[in-house]
């Protein structure tokens, strides 16, 4: 309920302020706001964002002009099913076969450009972008409380396509960015290297240790049932 309660507190600010972008409303959801692009921008500033070439994005609204620049940068794409509900539940994006890089960033257009792939198929990533609610500047992150992000990168972890040397990131408005006390990570929260909003790069240097693999103990039946590669990973 604390995570939910700060959920609740940041998705209002940011409509009371006027900042939340469409889709609406913002409750409920990774929200748009303005100035996603700049700070898309100054992700891409980054000494990690260029040494990367693959990457890892959320499909959500606010981190659309992320995936353009990472294809637009030369950067392989990949970008999960939602739910991970599928035998391939990645869809990779390859800027050498897309000849229409806005289209195929949107939650649409990927599911056309984009190639189905499973989890085994996904090289090494050298970059994450998770999309948040709310963050610290110490490397917490909440999302909207599906636990999806989190669930991927440690399928990932399991099947060694992500490791310590995987960049971590998300982009926020400054209004998201919250006090180090009111959150409380999980074990199986990822934490964050790299926070960026409008205004300026947070490097978190965080002290929290990442998630190495799948927390089987923390899934429920109903997950474990419906995500064909959790069936497969389950060593129980």
Do not use: C
Not at 42 to 62: H, M, S
Not at 102 to 115: C, L, P
């Amino acid at each position: 309920m604390e995570k939910q309660n700060l959920r609740e507190r940041v998705w209002t600010a940011l409509e009371t302020e006027g900042v939340n972008r469409f889709p609406y409303p913002p409750e409920g959801r990774i929200t748009n706001f303005a100035g996603a692009k700049e700070a898309a921008d100054g992700l891409a500033d980054t000494d990690e964002w260029r040494a990367a070439e693959t990457v890892k994005a959320n499909p959500d609204a606010p981190q659309l002009p992320v995936r353009r620049r990472a294809l637009r940068d030369g950067m392989t794409v990949y970008m999960a099913v939602p739910r991970l509900r599928d035998e391939k539940p990645f869809l990779k994006l390859d800027p050498a076969e897309i000849d229409d890089i806005d289209a195929a960033t949107t939650i649409s257009g990927s599911s056309t450009y984009g190639v189905p792939v499973g989890p085994d198929e996904v090289p090494h990533v050298d970059f994450i972008v998770a999309g948040s609610v709310a963050v610290t500047e110490t490397g917490a992150r909440i999302g909207k409380g599906e636990g999806y992000s989190d669930l991927e990168f440690a399928v990932l972890w399991e099947l060694g396509a992500v490791d310590d040397e995987t960049t971590v990131a998300t982009t926020v408005h400054e209004l998201q960015v919250v006090d180090d006390a009111e959150v409380t990570p999980d074990d199986h929260d990822v934490p964050l290297d790299l926070v960026v909003t409008p205004e300026r790069t947070v490097r978190t240097e965080t002290a929290s240790h990442r998630p190495s693999g799948v927390d089987w103990d923390a899934l429920g039946a109903e997950k474990l049932s419906e995500i064909p590669v959790l069936r497969r990973l389950n060593p129980n």
